[in-house]
């Protein structure tokens, strides 16, 4: 059935009427989609006609804006005393830290953190991480990077003990679980940016803001780990507890807690990352002196050295904390109990306290002399300057061809992207002919290969495309999410999304969604065509797993500012760059999950169908690709939640959408403004994350695998 | 070392019903789990079972005496941990009594119960359930540790007690440097680091392999040579069944078919299910002289002596050179009867299910 037949059979739809009925019902999707498409076009093309369908009518918009404003008032009113003091409180601990970290020499601060790096991994991250300071003091932003780390050194603390408390709430109460699972994921999809606004207005400007925002962004992973590290531990080892006549209270002491010990560093770790990028982040509401408002500060003046030098900072306390709390919850303390010699703990302890009596006769090992401060940053400046001039016309092509080619055309559409400045022709009847012709052929050839729901998905795809994504009328592209909602996650997800994208319509923030969807969109897209082919070729080659791993380590490790500064420094800012932005950071999970899937199949599958004479070709194709599926989708799922996190970061490079609309809010403290495209970002996260997730549990039930998340 | 069939009774467990499901209590209003008789006992865990609850354990009763090792043999799932589940309380019986040294263990509240567990409970667990951050001296030393006794006592405690179990030098050893049957030791010291007087062993030898298990089957025995605790010993495994027990139950479905000592069990089995047990066993190791001597027939002369406990099989290459036979001698030196290559010949045939069809 070509889909020229389909289009007669639903004209002449009242003759044929049963049959075509039992046709729906026996296999729906197929109709649907296509339905879809033909109403997307009739409204099209009935445009101002159809107003209200087309474009959401203002008159219905009931902005929530106001009202949580009005709302953020009184409650401010009401209790504003109360935060002030808690804010004054918990500036205390921040002040004294970064008081203690400015005061100590350099020397003896940089010693501590090799000796932990000794005892976490040994002596590799030990000079990694002595390198790392060096280079902080070298370029002379030491006293901005020890203020980031005071409020980490705070904030983790925090973040721990909450978390810990939620987590073992959470082990023992079958009831709480459910309050505080669904708690964790509103916090770990909100948009970390629209935090700081509400703890903005709650706190005021200061050192606060950043240490609660971080602390409420980076416990949900402690509460997660604590209980799955609690619920893995083998009933036998609590029973053995128990018949050695064990307390309640030493069953989770001394039982519990220390066999569960390796997966809560793990969350220490996790939180502990959590809380540098958030400190990062913070630091956009400015006026603290920390290493985060020196890379934006800089960053906004188009210093991008500095900028660069000042990310690359960010990059390795990232790194250096990574490894250190990681290297702690791997660490092997038996092997550590035995082994002979100086115990490190004292040695470090030893040389701390000689460095630190030493710089008081040296003062060169207690403040950083001016005369050892090398900073290249103008020198790279001046470089970058000759060459981007040098490369000019290779910068504009690659940034057009991206531009006129690719973003537009799925942003406006074909109908107003195609012009002869561009692409050299224009949008006359007969192209426009010859384009849905393409589209009935590609159509046309996947349903005579008996597959209908592609061939509809074909000509669906291709009317967006053709009008462009800002241009589809509200009402089809809100049925097409509700759909694919409905077809994956059955009937509740699809009254879940309805209702999200009712509010992201009534809320007045469509035409942002849209912007949103749009840039995430392609960006995904693009993540996830690149990334599986290059998660495939890892899986294949050792050699190019070997090149690949440590380099999406370190992006996945990368606050999140930082990786825009690469790209802002060549392509300026615009929406290029922070889609390259996007790419950068949400393809780490496309490539993982895939190699990942690839390299973790059950081995007697592969070996079955290497003695039924695969060749590697069909072997990859035929048996390793479709049963990966399951792990591939999960990395779907977290390349579109990675992408539409690093959106509200990209928002700083000049986008528009919802991330920028945060943006506006947090810069004019508007809260219902930021509010609103927050909430509206969770939506949309929300819905991905259920729909890609449905699929790869559905996939994952089919094949009888697991796919878990790493 | 048989235990003398009047010795006292040590933990006594009477009409014990486990069952799992919605509401398992409702089944058990009344009465307490006694039924009566078995059939009746039988008929009601149908009706259990019928209404869509797991009947784990049905009407379990037995007497573990003092000195003695009780084995509760079953295939899988047949409810032999429930059952030693509940005489710990690890999991609380729907219906039944536990009576320990005249105590009904089940009516003990928390505080009590722990107070048993440290003075008078041991049990050692499958996969061996050692705290994987201690080493093991502070594993065996952990119950001990529980109760507040001081370090250097506890240590020295556990010592004693891993010299018993041979792991001298192993004591800074953590769990996973250690191989299988070395992480049992661990396990059964730790068991016994309280000097309990109720030795629970739930198939403490089954992830080890065969010639390891042989092994730790002789020193267990060894063990029990020394200590004389009570024990209930759960297995799936006939041969050690056979090797260890002084008596045992044997279990299908959440019920015992049948409680004995072994030789009675391979003799007279209940029923078929007993029997597919008993198939397989090489008669000549588990019977004894004293099984099968003749008491009718008495001392005659070339008549060699032999004690009551002397299994058949290292009997036979005397009976093959001595038509006589042998006078089988009592543990209390009388004679109990005589025994030669025919009546051996006999209680093997009784073994067999298909015996040859002979042609004159
Ligand atoms: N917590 C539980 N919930 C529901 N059913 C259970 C539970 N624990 C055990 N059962 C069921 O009770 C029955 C007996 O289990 P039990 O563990 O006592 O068997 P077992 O004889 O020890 O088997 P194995 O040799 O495999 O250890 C099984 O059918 C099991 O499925
Ligand atoms: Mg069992």
């Not at chain 1, 059935?1 to 049963?18: F, N």
């Not at chain 1, 097409?480 to 009254?495: D, K, N, P, S």
């Not at chain 1, 495939?536 to 440590?550: C, E, F, G, K, L």
């Not at chain 2, 479905?253 to 397989?280: K, S």
Request: neutral net charge.
């Amino acid at each position: 059935m070509t889909s020229e037949t389909l289009t007669s059979e639903s004209a002449a739809g009242t003759a044929s009427g049963p049959a075509l009925l039992r046709a729906i019902q026996a296999q729906p999707a197929p109709f649907v989609l296509f339905a879809l498409a033909v109403a997307t076009i009739v409204l099209y093309l009935l445009g101002p006609h159809a107003e209200a369908l087309v474009k959401f009518p203002d008159a219905w918009v009931l902005s929530p804006t106001a009202v949580m404003n009005d709302f953020m008032r009184w409650f401010v009113d009401l209790t504003g005393p109360v935060f002030q003091a808690i804010g004054w409180l918990l500036e205390w601990p921040v002040k004294g830290a970064q008081w203690l970290l400015a005061a100590l020499p350099w020397s003896v601060t940089t010693i501590v953190f090799v000796t932990l790096a000794w005892i976490a991994s040994g002596w590799r991250l030990a000079a990694f991480v002595l390198l790392s300071m060096l280079y902080m003091a070298v370029i002379g932003y030491w006293p901005e990077s020890m203020n980031s780390l005071a409020i980490v050194l705070i904030s983790v603390p925090m973040a721990i003990v909450v978390g810990f408390g939620f987590g073992v709430l959470g082990f023992y109460s079958e009831r709480a679980r459910r309050v505080i699972m669904p708690m964790l994921d509103l916090l770990q999809t909100i948009p970390a940016f629209a935090y700081l606004l509400p703890i903005l207005i709650l706190f005021g400007f200061g050192t606060t803001v950043g240490l609660v925002a971080s602390v409420l962004y980076a416990f949900p992973p402690m509460v997660r780990n604590t209980i799955l590290g609690l619920r893995a531990v083998p009933p036998e080892i609590v029973e053995a507890g128990e018949m050695s006549g064990a307390t309640p209270r030493q069953l989770f002491w001394k039982v519990r807690l220390p066999a569960a010990q390796n997966q809560m560093l793990l969350g220490v770790n996790q939180t502990t990352m959590a809380s540098l990028s958030m400190v990062i982040i913070a630091a956009i509401i400015g006026g603290t002196n920390d290493i985060g408002w020196e890379v934006l500060s800089t960053m906004r003046k188009a210093l991008f050295g500095e900028s660069l030098l000042a990310g690359f900072v960010i990059a390795l306390l990232a790194m250096a904390l990574d490894r250190i709390t990681y290297g702690f919850a791997k660490r092997d303390r038996f092997a550590a109990a035995q082994a002979a010699g100086l115990n490190p703990w004292l040695a470090g302890l030893g040389a701390a306290a000689a460095f630190g009596l030493l710089s008081l006769v040296v003062p060169a090992l207690s403040d950083w002399p001016a005369a050892w401060v090398y900073n290249p940053a103008p020198d790279m400046n001046a470089a970058l300057e000759v060459f981007v001039v040098e490369w000019r016309t290779w910068i504009e092509a690659i940034k057009n061809a991206a531009f006129f080619f690719l973003m537009l055309p799925i942003k406006i559409g074909l109908a107003k992207a195609v012009s002869p400045f561009t692409w050299g022709f224009e949008m006359t009847t007969p192209v426009i002919a010859g384009y849905g012709a393409l589209v009935a052929l590609l159509a046309g050839w996947a349903a005579l290969r008996g597959r209908l729901t592609l061939a509809a998905g074909i000509v669906l795809a291709g009317t967006i495309l053709f009008i462009g994504l800002t241009a589809m009328p509200w009402l089809t592209l809100a049925a097409i999410i509700v759909y694919a909602a409905w077809t994956t996650g059955g009937r509740m997800l699809a009254l879940g999304t309805a209702a999200g994208l009712a509010f992201l319509l009534v809320a007045g923030v469509w035409p942002q969604t849209v912007l949103s969807i749009y840039l995430c969109g392609v960006a995904v897209i693009i993540c996830f065509v690149l990334g599986t082919l290059i998660g495939v070729w890892a899986a294949q080659s050792n050699t190019v797993s070997a090149i690949v791993r440590p380099i999406i380590d370190t992006l996945q490790t990368m606050p999140l500012f930082v990786i825009l500064i690469p790209f802002v420094m060549v392509f300026k800012i615009g929406e290029f760059t922070a889609l390259l932005a996007i790419i950068a950071y949400a393809i780490v999970p496309a490539i993982r999950y895939t190699e990942h899937g690839l390299r973790n199949l059950p081995s007697d599958v592969i070996e079955a169908a290497t003695t039924v004479g695969c060749t590697p070709r069909q072997l990859l194709f035929r048996v390793k690709l479709p049963l990966a599926l399951p792990a591939i989708m999960l990395g779907l799922n977290q390349t579109i939640i990675y992408g539409i996190g690093m959106l509200v970061i990209a928002a700083l490079v000049g986008t528009n959408g919802l991330g920028q609309q945060i943006y506006i809010g947090l810069g004019d403290g508007d809260f219902g403004v930021g509010m609103t495209a927050g909430i509206g970002m969770a939506i949309i996260a929300i819905i991905a994350d259920r729909i890609t997730q449905s699929v790869s549990r559905r996939k994952q039930e089919e094949y009888g695998l697991t796919a878990t998340v790493i | 070392m048989p235990v003398a069939p009047d010795a006292e009774v040590k933990l006594s467990c009477r009409n014990v019903w486990k069952v799992y499901g919605n509401r398992p209590e409702q089944f058990f209003t009344g009465h307490d789990g006694n039924l009566g008789s078995d059939a009746q006992a039988k008929a009601h865990a149908q009706e259990i079972r019928d209404s869509g609850h797991i009947v784990a354990a049905a009407n379990v009763s037995f007497d573990v005496h003092v000195g003695e090792i009780f084995v509760i043999m079953g295939l899988s799932g047949s409810g032999k941990s429930t059952v030693v589940r509940c005489l710990s309380r690890l999991v609380d019986a729907t219906a039944g009594e536990v009576i320990l040294d005249g105590q009904n263990l089940l009516a003990a509240n928390k505080r009590e119960l722990i107070e048993f567990r440290r003075h008078k409970m041991g049990m050692v667990f499958q996969n061996f359930g050692l705290m994987p951050h201690l080493n093991v001296i502070d594993n065996v030393a952990f119950p001990l540790e529980l109760q507040g006794v001081p370090l250097k006592k506890r240590r020295e405690q556990a010592q004693e007690v891993i010299s018993l179990v041979g792991l001298e030098g192993r004591e800074g050893s953590f769990p996973r440097q250690l191989s299988g049957g070395q992480q049992q030791r661990v396990g059964i010291a730790r068991s016994l680091a309280v000097k309990p007087e109720l030795w629970f062993l739930d198939e403490p030898f089954s992830a080890l392999d065969p010639l390891i298990r042989r092994q730790m089957q002789d020193e267990f025995l060894r063990l029990q040579r020394e200590l004389h605790k009570s024990i209930v010993f759960i297995t799936h495994d006939f041969l050690e069944a056979l090797r260890i027990a002084d008596r045992m139950a044997i279990m299908r479905a959440g019920e015992v078919v049948q409680i004995g000592r072994p030789v009675d069990l391979i003799l007279n089995p209940a029923d078929d299910y007993v029997r597919e047990f008993t198939n397989d066993v090489p008669w000549e190791m588990v019977l004894t002289a004293g099984d099968i001597a003749d008491g009718t027939r008495g001392f005659a002369p070339g008549m060699g002596h032999i004690s009551a406990d002397t299994s058949v099989a290292t009997l036979l290459p005397y009976l093959a050179d001595h038509d006589a036979g042998v006078m089988v001698r009592g543990a209390d030196g009388e004679d109990i009867g005589a025994v030669n290559a025919r009546d051996v010949i006999k209680a093997l045939a009784s073994g067999v299910d298909n015996p040859a069809l002979v042609t004159d």
